[in-house]
């Protein structure tokens, strides 16, 4: 079958593109693609709309869910709303337009228990599910990475939004690796046309880290590439991330992660595993941010091991929604 994947793809989002990678490797033996306006709709067998936040209430993503496509056997796997805004801001008429539009899809199959609450409340269809975040069923590559340093190493991955912290985080991870800790910067967005692309923050980030006497740091290669990325991540013995998916390949990996976000989805992936308290909703406040990584680098390998029964018993999930969407999908 071909099946037409519908999301954020080709611009180097991280967990957008290990999504796309995700359900190439669940659905091997169909051809699945990222939809593009030049394809032809009449060749499309099955359309799977997923890969991130792509319902934002407040304004109908029309790119995610083509109209040209509405006809076609649909299922919307693994996609999550938008939190950005409360909930009483969202426009009545824009709701309404993922209501008719995602009407004729199979089944809606939410990534986080918020999005699934959020999804009943606003009566988005009639079938709602949650289900692990499919990247909890993507296969890693065995990439043979060597250590970045005879220091223990902290991976960092930022983002490029206004905002971001550099001269207080820069301040702390240098204080840090004086103390022994090499400091690996892993630009997770790294493409061209991409405004949002990190490895200009991770260059600054770098030079305000080297001003600290004593300090190690490097920003991983600048080329973007996706299975090497999320290899070199489980390849640190901590993360420090500003973002959700480099988190959960740290803790697939075994790898401790402290957070600095106020996504609920960041919140609801530590809050699954016990580890809601490595996270800091607040870019500016420097001395939680600091005083959580200490806590971290203390405490975060036994906590870790701890969650690790509960890693591998989301990862199975993952992987048995999987086979029941491809079972979905080949019964059409």
């Not at 595993?273 to 959580?292: Q, T, W």
């Amino acid at each position: 079958m071909r099946i037409a994947a519908c999301g954020y793809y080709g611009m180097g989002n991280f967990g957008d593109e290990l999504f796309l990678l995700t359900y190439r490797q669940q659905l091997a033996g169909h051809e699945v693609f990222a939809w593009h306006p030049s394809f032809d709709p009449a060749a499309v067998d099955a359309v799977l709309i997923g890969g991130g936040d792509l319902i934002v209430p407040y304004s109908f993503a029309s790119y995610y869910f083509p109209s040209v496509l509405q006809a076609k056997p649909t299922w919307v796997f693994g996609v999550g709303i938008v939190d950005a805004y409360p909930e009483a801001t969202w426009p009545e008429r824009e709701v309404d337009r993922y209501r008719r539009r995602l009407s004729g899809a199979h089944g809606i199959w939410l990534r986080d228990e918020r999005s699934a609450a959020i999804a009943e409340r606003i009566r988005l269809h009639s079938r709602i599910r949650t289900i692990p975040d499919p990247v909890f069923a993507y296969r890693g590559a065995s990439l043979p990475i060597r250590p970045f340093s005879t220091r223990p190493s902290l991976g960092v991955c930022v983002h490029a939004y206004s905002g971001f912290p550099l001269e207080s985080l820069g301040a702390t991870l240098g204080r840090l690796s004086a103390e022994g800790f090499h400091i690996l910067l892993l630009p997770a967005v790294n493409h061209s046309a991409n405004i949002y692309a990190d490895y200009g923050v991770c260059t600054a980030l770098l030079d305000r880290i080297l001003r600290e006497p004593g300090a190690s740091a490097t920003v991983f290669k600048p080329e973007y590439e996706l299975e090497l990325i999320y290899a070199a991540i489980q390849r640190c013995d901590f993360l420090l991330s500003f973002k959700l998916h480099p988190t959960l390949a740290a803790l697939r990996g075994g790898v401790p992660a402290f957070c600095v976000s106020k996504q609920g989805k960041v919140k609801s992936l530590l809050s699954r595993f016990g580890l809601e308290d490595f996270l800091e909703p607040d870019e500016s406040a420097a001395g939680r941010i600091e005083a959580g990584l200490r806590r971290l680098l203390a405490e975060g390998k036994t906590r870790l091991q701890a969650a690790a029964p509960l890693l591998r018993q989301t990862e199975r999930e993952a992987e048995a929604a999987f086979a029941e969407l491809r079972r979905e999908i080949e019964a059409e």
